[in-house]
């Protein structure tokens, strides 16, 4: 009697093992694109790959360009293998044949990240500042699109004359929700005060954010621009899934970057890269980790 409850028993775990493996989430196959960028991308790439790899969702390779200046013709990605591309590159043009893997895997419904200084890149490109939707520097102004930005509940374009792209002094700032209902949002705050960092404003571009996240108020005292800019969202393009963040200025090492240390970069980055991929998150939002009056750091991206 009490063999045959064990053999019971013992299939019973087998068969509840057999299909845990079966459904287990297999990780995103995630491609970090870098190589040149007027930041410090021997950092950004490597903390990038951590963050992602840490929450045991992604499993990264990279993309490494050839250094500025040389001869780009042998930079050929192959995007098929993946579910996340990841861009941190701002420098010299990619191959012609690369742009178009990269538009047919775009606009195929692929999942993209757009992280910080990658929205500098290509200002002549016209698909690929529609895929960051707003961009800066690398001589954008009027001509790149209209200055977005929130006023009295919702976003406005403004096509006034001027620069396209500027930022103040590096300092702490409090990030406030546009939006609770989009699957990136949910259990994330209100608001929360994101680490020192560059706050973007003044981007312009084709302008067709499709969910706006997350907004902060760029102080004139910090020599900004007096406006409630755009940083975290989501960007109207066809049927693929971007996330688009102007937060996470790399610091001078991996072990001193303070920006990319704070738990609401890393918790925001993750689940916008979790959604880009898949249309879900299915990530659990750790407690405590992002409060409204001090940025909370996780040295160990983790
Ligand atoms: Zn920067």
């Not at 195929?108 to 939707?133: L, P, R």
């Not at 929360?192 to 004139?220: C, F, Q, V």
């Not at 970069?265 to 689940?271: N, Y």
Request: charged share 20%.
């Amino acid at each position: 009697m009490k063999t045959k409850f064990f053999r019971k028993l013992m299939f019973v775990c087998a068969l509840v093992g057999l299909v845990s493996v079966v459904f287990a989430k297999k990780p995103i196959k995630t491609l970090i694109i870098t190589g040149q960028n007027n930041h410090n991308w021997q950092v950004s790439h490597v903390v990038l790959k951590q963050i992602l790899e840490n929450s045991g969702r992604f499993v990264v390779d990279y993309a490494i360009s050839p250094a500025q200046g040389k001869d780009m013709s042998s930079f050929l990605i192959d995007f098929t293998p993946y579910g996340l591309v990841v861009l941190d590159y701002n420098g010299d043009a990619w191959p012609e044949e690369t742009n178009k893997r990269f538009l047919s895997y775009v606009q195929n419904g692929g999942g993209v990240v757009v992280y910080h200084a990658a929205d500098n890149a290509f200002s002549q490109w016209k698909e690929f500042n529609e895929i960051c939707a707003l961009g800066g520097w690398e001589g954008r102004n009027e001509k790149s699109g209209p200055w977005v930005y929130w006023v009295d509940g919702k976003l406005i374009k403004d096509s006034s004359p001027g620069v396209g792209g500027s930022h103040g002094q590096q300092h702490e700032y409090v990030l406030t929700a546009r939006t609770s209902e989009h699957p990136i949002m949910k259990g994330l705050p209100h608001e929360w005060k994101h680490a020192k960092d560059e706050l973007y404003d003044r981007m312009r571009g084709p302008g067709n954010i499709k969910d706006l996240l997350y907004t902060a108020y760029s102080d004139k005292a910090t020599g900004g621009s007096g406006r409630e800019e755009p940083l975290i969202f989501t960007v109207d393009y066809g049927k693929a899934r971007i996330f688009h963040t102007m937060l996470g200025h790399a610091g001078p090492t991996v072990e001193d970057s303070p920006s990319m240390q704070c738990a609401g970069f890393q918790i925001t980055l993750l689940r916008g890269a979790e959604w880009a991929a898949t249309g879900k998150v299915t990530q659990k939002v750790p407690k405590d980790m992002m409060l409204k009056d001090k940025s909370v750091s996780l040295p160990q991206y983790k």
